[in-house]
């Protein structure tokens, strides 16, 4: 069992940055391909990003490269997400996720272990 903790969400102006971090505890870390998603009012749970279990290979959706960057530090059980450039479209809740089996992922119903969410909210 895995727990996932999620922080780092708030209100930001459009054209701003957040970091957005996920602590895992109860199991290895490296043991497990990282995720985050997010998820708007109305709308299907996406994907954002994964990142494998040594950190050097990751994947981004469409909407987000070149913005966001996720990166893990494996001394302290965490994954983050740094999101740069935010528009009222990233808007949402954001959920990190632990895959026990393989690498990076893209549907999330390959990960096994999830956050309780974080909101971000980019509003003038």
């Known amino acids: 069992q895995v727990q996932l903790v999620e922080s780092g969400g708030g209100l930001v102006q459009p054209g701003g940055s957040l970091r957005l971090s996920c602590v895992a505890s109860?199991?290895?870390?490296?043991?497990?391909?990282m995720g985050w998603f997010r998820q708007a009012p109305g709308k299907e749970r996406e994907f954002v990003a994964t990142?494998?279990?040594?950190?050097?290979?990751?994947s981004y959706a469409d909407s987000v490269k070149g913005r966001f960057t996720i990166s893990r530090d494996n001394a302290k059980s965490t994954v983050y997400l740094q999101m740069n450039s935010l528009n009222p479209e990233d808007t949402a809740t954001y959920y990190c996720a632990a895959r026990s089996y393989g690498g990076i992922h893209y549907q999330a119903r390959g990960y096994d272990y999830w956050g309780q969410g974080t909101q971000v909210t980019v509003s003038s």
């Open positions: 109860g199991r290895t870390f490296t043991n497990y391909a």
């Open positions: 990142i494998n279990r040594s950190g050097g290979v990751t």
